[in-house]
């Protein structure tokens, strides 16, 4: 039951991930339509344009790099420990 967990969890992060990058890219692209400084309060212009756009692409890339490496090095983590437990109890008996 414990390998469903962590397989369906390896499964989510993957998902997460690209839900996470699909986020960036739309969110950069309507910062550099120019949708980006909707609300901000009286003269405060619209804050966008393609150099907006390029900044939100560049740090949310950067943000969903790390958030999905975190995710995955935990995963990395678990399953060098298991394989380590693994081998360990097959060379007990010798």
Do not use: C, H, K
């Amino acid at each position: 039951m414990r390998d469903f967990f962590i397989s369906a969890f390896e499964t989510l992060v993957g998902v997460l991930v690209v839900l996470l990058a699909i986020g960036v890219v739309i969110a950069a692209i309507a910062v550099a339509l120019g949708g980006g400084g909707a609300g901000m309060g009286p003269g405060m212009g619209a804050a966008g344009g393609p150099l907006a756009g390029l900044a939100v692409l560049i740090v949310g890339a950067i943000y969903v790099i790390l958030v999905g490496g975190a995710l995955y090095l935990g995963l990395g983590i678990y399953q060098n420990t298991r394989r380590t437990a693994e081998l360990l109890e097959r060379m007990a008996p010798r």
